[in-house]
């Protein structure tokens, strides 16, 4: 994962409670975050807010070039 690559962020992708329907968002990768290891922050494409997502929630979609 690089900045600039494509993804698809779901919240809470494993939780039966707080996303039970697996909702996701597309994003863009902006930049790595140290804590936890292999997070990132992403910009929605919805609205161009940026959320902190855990690596367990980012599923690569198109690489940057």
Avoid: Q
């Amino acid at each position: 994962m690089k900045p600039g690559d494509l993804v698809k962020w779901t919240f809470a992708k494993t939780s039966d409670t707080i996303n039970p329907e697996n909702n996701y968002y597309m994003g863009i990768l902006l930049y790595p975050e140290n804590i936890p290891a292999g997070s990132w922050i992403i910009m929605l494409c919805k609205d161009s807010s940026e959320i902190h997502a855990d690596i367990t929630e980012i599923e690569v979609i198109s690489e940057s070039r």
